[in-house]
């Protein structure tokens, strides 16, 4: 995106010089509206798919019955609204609810309410059960905090329908008003006549957004992954360059390529240096005042390339997907003018004209089709009235022609596509068809099928509500009763601008306060790490109760200072009336050798419990009372019988030293794993 900076001739040099340096500025640190727009329903389906994995294990992680229950989930200094009850009924309707919050946030609706929602839910999910989550859960949870002060529903979105359609239907009580003061009008008509070097900013900075807002949200993206390398401080890092190999033999999370890279330790050493170095060098590329979109380019490919190869590598779930999410936020505005230009503008066009005298139930309709399912459709949609013109917020656009002599009147809506009109029903028919969702489905629904939703859409009884709707929506209307409305109403919008400008600056002074506060925040953690606990009084973070409290508390140190040089995981030993040397999780014998496949199966939430559990001592009395309900009461397995007692065992392998000069770079054997008896509960 490029911006420019327009002066007068007899600006001087100095001034020149400041404003271009502010637009640079300006330019690293904006975001496209249609970029937001995307991150925004990506973000929503990725927390709809986190939430539905969570519900694999309603009852065992977040009821009373379950092996974490509310007496054992209570911290101070966290809130939690899933803590109100621990029946299995209670935790079914706040999924619900919390699903309802963020399919609100998907289709744009009350986007900003149900984003806030969105936030305090999840946090409260997170504190239900603290020992669930892992990276990808603070990021995306920090990342959605700053998200409900970003403009992420510009675009596809049912607000920007129903703003549009407020627009629309203002403008046609000004123009079929019957006072109208004149000079009003001429200062409508002085208004186009706008310098042609100032139309082409406006185009630019249409879809671009900068405020501290959007500076917040990139400096914490930043924040991320800058702190992380910074806590690499180790000499698997730094030294030896051995950080990826010891990585990537860590048994519990090791899946995919991970073997075949393992074959190559020169590579291995490259890649730990390159994931040191773009960590440092990829959040900078997208603020860059030079060359920003070829720079935001390059760091988007380099997160999305790093997180694919983590995923390839490793069994990490979600965290594979949230940063790529995240990255489409940053999508600069040149991305979407090269899909326009060279993708959508190159489709035939498809000209969908509706009678403005129509019901509200068709327009709305027809908005909230073409946003939401003809996406990657080079359309436009014209309003018009039953005498062939046009009206609305396209009133200098003129219809399509049936031919060269004539045009063709729209008694409610009719579709003009490549010389061929589609109207009343057919209309509807035609919009299935060249639907990416409905295509499929278009060829199995009749005709009479068609006709009967049109009708239904025609004729659905809802104008009261829409106009309700809209009544509440309306600002202030025109007073032009008197020679001075003008000059009221223009010191009214005069009085109303201050007040906003004065809001904004205030707005974003706030936001360059809390990035600041955050950038501190990270820099206390970082060096209370870097002093082993020394000092904790100097480098304590002020204000950490309330950070805390609003759950934006945050430590990065992803695999540092240095990979673990151990795999770590649990087994259990269980005696049944009936048979006895049972695994729980497998029900077969204990394999003490091998890694059990159940970690690469159970999914993300389990997995993290069962880790922690082989940590904390604290979860295995709730772990093991659970174990005993489950079998004795849930889930009876008569070829097993009784669950009587079962032990529980910690297994640690060491990892090999990994392949240098000395040993010729030969791969060295795997070490035998150690068990400790971790816990014996007897039921």
Same mark, same amino acid.
């Not at 309410?113 to 969105?118: D, E, F, M, V």
């Not at 049944?576 to 091998?594: A, N, Q």
């Given at each position: ?5 327009? /002066? ?114 999840? /946090? ?11 990276? $990808? ?148 590329l997208l603020i860059s005042p030079l060359y920003n979109t070829r720079c935001r380019i390059i760091s988007i490919l380099g997160f999305i390339a790093m997180h694919i190869g983590f995923g390839i590598c490793l069994n990490l779930y979600l965290f594979v ?23 959508i503008e190159k489709k035939d066009l498809i000209t969908i004209h509706y009678n403005s005298n129509s019901s509200q139930s068709l327009q709305l309709f027809l908005k909230i089709y073409s946003t939401f399912f003809l996406i990657g459709q080079n359309y ?96 202030? $209307? ?98 049944? /009336? ?106």
């Amino acid at each position: 995106m490029k911006y420019s900076n327009i /002066s007068n001739s007899n600006n001087n040099n100095n001034s020149i010089i400041s404003g271009s340096l502010l637009e640079k500025v300006k330019e690293g640190f904006y975001l496209d509206y249609r970029s937001l727009s995307l991150y925004r329903v990506l973000f929503s389906i990725y927390l709809l798919v986190d939430l539905i994995l969570r519900c694999q294990n309603l009852t065992e992680f977040y009821t009373d019955y379950g092996s974490y229950p509310r007496s054992s989930a209570i911290q101070e200094e966290r809130y939690s609204l899933h803590q109100m009850s621990g029946s299995f009924e209670f935790a079914v309707v706040i999924f619900f609810v919390h699903g309802c919050i963020y399919f609100s946030m998907l289709i744009g609706y009350k986007t900003r309410l149900s984003t806030a929602l969105a936030f305090i839910f999840l /946090s409260s999910l997170q504190n239900r059960n603290h020992f669930l989550i892992d990276g $990808s859960d603070d990021y995306s949870r920090i990342l959605l905090f700053y998200t409900i002060f970003l403009p992420i529903n510009k675009y596809f979105s049912i607000d920007s329908i129903l703003k549009e359609q407020q627009k629309q239907q203002q403008q046609q009580q000004k123009l079929h008003s019957d006072n109208i003061d004149n000079n009003n009008i001429n200062n409508n008509n002085n208004n186009n006549n706008i310098s042609t070097s100032t139309t082409i900013i406006n185009k630019i900075k249409y879809y671009t957004y900068v405020s501290g807002s959007s500076i917040a949200f990139i400096l914490q993206f930043m924040n991320i992954y800058i702190f992380t390398a910074l806590f690499k401080s180790a000499d698997t890092w730094h030294v030896d360059y051995t950080a990826v190999y010891y990585a990537l033999n860590l048994l519990q999370f090791r899946h995919g390529l991970a073997e075949f890279f393992l074959q190559f330790p020169r590579f291995l050493i490259f890649l730990t240096r390159g994931t040191l170095v773009f960590e440092y060098i990829g959040p900078l590329l997208l603020i860059s005042p030079l060359y920003n979109t070829r720079c935001r380019i390059i760091s988007i490919l380099g997160f999305i390339a790093m997180h694919i190869g983590f995923g390839i590598c490793l069994n990490l779930y979600l965290f594979v997907f949230i940063p790529m999410v995240v990255c489409m936020a940053f999508l600069p505005s040149d991305f979407w003018t090269f899909i326009r230009y060279h993708y959508i503008e190159k489709k035939d066009l498809i000209t969908i004209h509706y009678n403005s005298n129509s019901s509200q139930s068709l327009q709305l309709f027809l908005k909230i089709y073409s946003t939401f399912f003809l996406i990657g459709q080079n359309y436009k949609i014209k309003s018009n009235n039953n005498l062939g013109g046009t009206s609305g917020h396209n009133q200098k656009e003129e219809l399509e022609p049936m031919d060269n002599h004539s045009m063709f009147y729209v008694d409610s809506v009719s579709i003009y596509f490549k010389g061929q009109i589609h109207d009343e029903e057919k209309s509807i028919k035609f919009l299935f068809q060249h639907s990416i969702v409905f295509q499929l489905f278009s060829k199995l629904i009749s005709d009479r099928l068609y006709k009967l939703l049109f009708s239904l859409i025609i004729n659905f009884n809802n104008n009261n509500l829409i106009d309700s709707k809209y009544e509440k929506l309306k600002l202030p $209307s025109y007073k032009l009763n008197n020679n001075n409305s003008y000059y009221n109403s223009n010191c009214n919008s005069t009085s109303k601008s201050t007040k906003f400008k004065y809001r904004q600056n205030f707005r974003n002074l706030f936001f360059i306060l809390l990035a600041t506060y955050m950038f501190y925040y990270n820099v206390c953690i970082y060096t209370l790490m870097m002093d082993s606990g020394r000092n904790t009084n100097i480098w304590e973070p002020p204000f950490q109760p309330l950070i805390k409290l609003i759950k934006i508390d945050q430590y990065w140190a992803m695999f540092a200072p240095s990979p673990p040089d151990y795999s770590a995981w649990i087994i259990t030993d269980a005696e049944f /009336s009936l048979k006895k040397g049972i695994d729980l999780f497998t029900l077969e014998k204990p394999d003490y050798k091998e890694v059990p496949d159940y970690l690469f199966h159970i999914g993300q939430r389990k997995r993290n419990f069962f880790l922690a559990v082989g940590y904390l001592d604290t979860l295995r009395l709730e772990f093991g009372r659970y174990q005993c309900r489950r079998f004795n009461i849930y889930e009876r397995n008569y070829e097993l019988g009784k669950l009587e007692k079962f032990k529980i065992y910690g297994v640690y392998q060491s990892t090999p030293l990994p392949p240098n000069e000395s040993n010729g770079y030969e791969t060295l054997p795997p070490t035998q794993p150690v068990l400790t008896v971790l816990w014996e509960h007897v039921c």
